[in-house]
């Protein structure tokens, strides 16, 4: 059993920044792939960024490629989203999901899920 719990959410203006990070419970950690995925209202869940338990392959979304970089510290079983140049559109609920035996943007492909952080972008 995986328990992910997200912060560094806020209210930030355009063309900010801001660093969300997940933090993982479980000694497996390392093992799981780790996604970043947002929900807008009236909207369905999307994928953001995934992670490889190694930490050398990333994928994006072509929405935030060049703005948004995912990473990992295995040692401090945390998953971040640096998120740069932000813009109204980036606005959402994000979410954390680990897997198991999975690496991609599918959002079923992933087992557990945080309550996810509010990310507001104003004009």
């Known amino acids: 059993q995986v328990q992910l719990v997200e912060s560094g959410g806020g209210l930030v203006q355009a063309g900010g920044s801001l660093r969300l990070s997940c933090a993982a419970s479980?000694?497996?950690?390392?093992?799981?792939?780790m996604g970043w995925f947002r929900q807008a209202p009236g909207k369905e869940r999307d994928f953001v960024a995934a992670i490889r338990w190694s930490g050398g392959i990333t994928d994006y979304a072509d929405s935030v490629k060049g703005r948004f970089t995912i990473s990992r510290d295995n040692a401090k079983n945390t998953v971040y989203l640096q998120m740069n140049s932000l813009k109204p559109e980036d606005t959402a609920v994000y979410y954390c999901?680990?897997?198991?035996?999975?690496?991609?943007?599918?959002?079923?492909?992933?087992?557990?899920w945080g309550q996810g952080t509010q990310v507001t972008v104003s004009s």
């Open positions: 999901a680990a897997a198991r035996r999975f690496y991609g943007s599918t959002r079923v492909g992933y087992e557990y």
């Open positions: 479980g000694r497996t950690f390392s093992t799981y792939t």
